[in-house]
């Protein structure tokens, strides 16, 4: 069973323009969200986190909010830039654990 | 630094053939982790190792795979006999203990099964 779910496989924004990649959760424990960046023929890299003491977390163009009561959060990306064009996971973890439970992806195209 | 590294980073084999990947931690990091990355899963939890000692190897999806760490600088996932189900894109990742925001991916093992 999906843990983590992303249910947009893919998205296409203009250059300039937000972004919104979502992503929702089961495990009422995870209380630890990140985000990672993946280009083709690479590894994922970690992109950015949130705890959920918080409810936003922000860092230059990329924004994650986190609403616990649905289970949901997002990563904004303001504005977005065609070398942001890559596939983004969301992952989930809780305090004490040693790994992290992914979602399948959605695929980023920025275009010019 | 150098970060994870894996090999071979492309396996084209036979169907029934005996498949080898491997991995290097990044020095330090005492959690290693294998992934395998389909699209209808994303990215799943294979197995993981605190300290070299696998700790959850519930997502292994049968007993033709199998995983090792002898020491503490070198893992490898085996898959005896590969199917052609088993094509996907591996990863093997590193962290420290209980801190999965250092955990760190290598480039990945992109395997086809004919």
């Known amino acids: 069973d999906q843990q983590v779910k992303q249910n947009s496989p893919s998205l296409s924004v203009q250059e300039g323009r937000i972004s919104i990649l979502n992503c929702d959760y089961t495990?009422?424990?995870?209380?630890?969200f990140l985000w990672y960046k993946k280009y083709p023929a690479e590894g994922p890299t970690f992109l950015i986190s949130?705890?959920?003491?918080?409810d936003k977390n922000e860092d230059g163009r990329f924004t994650v909010f986190l609403n616990k009561s649905a289970k949901h959060l997002s990563l904004h990306i303001v504005p977005s830039q065609p070398g942001d064009s890559a596939v983004y996971f969301c992952?989930?973890?809780?305090?004490?654990?040693?790994?992290?439970?992914f979602g399948t992806g959605t695929r980023l195209t920025v275009i010019p | 630094d150098a970060g994870v590294i894996q090999s071979p980073r492309h396996e084209v084999t036979e169907m029934g053939q005996e498949v080898t990947l491997r991995c290097k931690p990044i020095s330090g990091h005492n959690s290693l982790f294998w992934y395998r990355q389909t699209m209808m899963r994303g990215l799943e939890l294979l197995i993981y190792f605190n300290n070299n000692v696998p700790i959850d190897d519930s997502g292994m999806p049968e007993d033709r795979f199998s995983a090792k760490m002898p020491n503490a600088s070198f893992s490898t996932l085996k898959i005896q006999p590969s199917e052609p189900r088993d094509s996907a894109v591996y990863f093997c990742?590193?962290?420290?203990?209980?801190?999965?925001?250092?955990?760190?991916f290598g480039e990945g093992s992109w395997l086809t099964v004919v």
């Open positions: 949130i705890s959920s003491i918080k």
């Open positions: 992952a989930a973890s809780r305090t004490g654990a040693n790994n992290l439970f």
């Open positions: 495990n009422s424990m995870f209380d630890y």
């Open positions: 990742a590193s962290s420290l203990y209980r801190e999965v925001n250092t955990i760190y």
